[in-house]
């Protein structure tokens, strides 16, 4: 992930401009829709993949919050009585 994260937004539109233009020099309007709906579709799915991955993990993050605070307060209410 670090060479993506090394590419400023410019930079990645134009790369994807570049390749769009040249892998649809020679393709015929029904083979680029064919081929636009096919990467839409990937990019579809590895989004739906990255939100449910990023959805359990702040799960697991509000968890293990949750139990810390939980630790906190048990110790507060040592150091209390």
Known sequence: MSKL???TP???VMLSAAVALAI???MSNDDMNTL???IASVGA???TR???AQNIQ???DIRQQIQ???AEIEKLNKQLC
């Open 68 to 70: 810390d605070h939980q």
């Open 5 to 7: 994260e090394s590419i």
């Open 58 to 60: 702040n799960r697991q």
């Open 24 to 26: 649809t020099e020679d």
């Open 36 to 38: 636009g709906n096919f």
């Open 10 to 12: 410019e930079q990645i």
């Open 50 to 52: 990255a939100a449910q």
């Open 45 to 47: 799915n590895i989004l």
